[in-house]
T-cell receptor, first 117, second 110 residues
Framework: NAGVMQNPRHLVRRRGQEARLRCSPM?????VYWYRQLPEEGLKFMVY????????ESGMPKERFSAEFPKEGPSILRIQQVVRGDSAAYFC???????????????FGPGTRLTVL | KQEVTQIPAALSVPEGENLVLNCSFT??????LQWFRQDPGKGLTSLLL?????REQTSGRLNASLDKSSGRSTLYIAASQPGDSATYLC?????????FGTGTRLTVIP
């Protein structure tokens, strides 16, 4: 059973371009979480998605950022008109289920390191 | 809002020593607490998960404790090895996501 996969592993964009980050959860997992790790800072929650639904996007900037998890295919984190402050490592995690509101163990991907020039 | 703090920020120990990493959180209404390991340029590896009803979990040379009422957890590493060098992250589970500390960067000197 392959782990959580993210691609690309490294992404370089110039200011104003768009960045698309992909995450394929573990087989059988239907919950996806995105986190951002800024240089020298801890991981911060961005968004939680189930198939075709955004459950919680309270950690996502209101502008330029969007996320989706379609019925088929990977989850996509999209950043429009990137700025230098978007440079960070973006991690995706997945989990198989939620039982009685208790979050199951989250399994993390290797991350995508975005550099904005 | 949940705040998670880890002390110390960095730690260097000689090989073979036992050590303790500390984690504190402000809101005791948590579902569980996890300890992760992060190697430079890599993703996170889950080490131990303690449910809110539990006091501790053990895996090999690692032992994690949880005192929910005081908002504290410790990760004990016995007989440290150079391969243990990494950043150790503590995370507490809220309703829909994890709240992470900033980590403790551990260096084990051969």
């Amino acid at each position: 059973n392959a782990g959580v996969m993210q691609n690309p592993r490294h992404l370089v964009r110039r200011r104003g371009q768009e960045a698309r980050l992909r995450c394929s959860p573990m087989k059988g997992h239907s919950h996806v979480y995105w986190y951002r790790q800024l240089p020298e800072e801890g991981l911060k929650f961005m968004v939680y998605l189930q198939k075709e639904n955004i459950i919680d996007e309270s950690g996502m900037p209101k502008e330029r950022f969007s996320a989706e998890f379609p019925k088929e295919g990977p989850s996509i984190l999209r950043i429009q008109q990137v700025v230098r402050g978007d440079s960070a490592a973006y991690f995706c995690a997945s989990s198989p289920q939620m039982t009685k509101g208790i979050t199951d163990t989250q399994y993390f991907g290797p991350g995508t390191r975005l550099t904005v020039l | 809002k949940q705040e998670v703090t880890q002390i110390p920020a960095a730690l260097s120990v000689p090989e073979g020593e036992n050590l303790v990493l500390n984690c504190s959180f402000t809101d005791s209404a948590i579902y569980n607490l996890q300890w992760f390991r992060q190697d430079p340029g890599k993703g996170l590896t889950s080490l131990l998960l303690i449910q809110s009803s539990q006091r501790e979990q053990t895996s090999g040379r690692l032992n994690a404790s949880l005192d929910k009422s005081s908002g504290r957890s410790t990760l004990y590493i016995a007989a440290s090895q150079p391969g243990d060098s990494a950043t150790y992250l503590c995370a507490v589970t809220g309703a829909n996501n994890l709240f992470f500390g900033t980590g403790t960067r551990l260096t084990v000197i051969p």
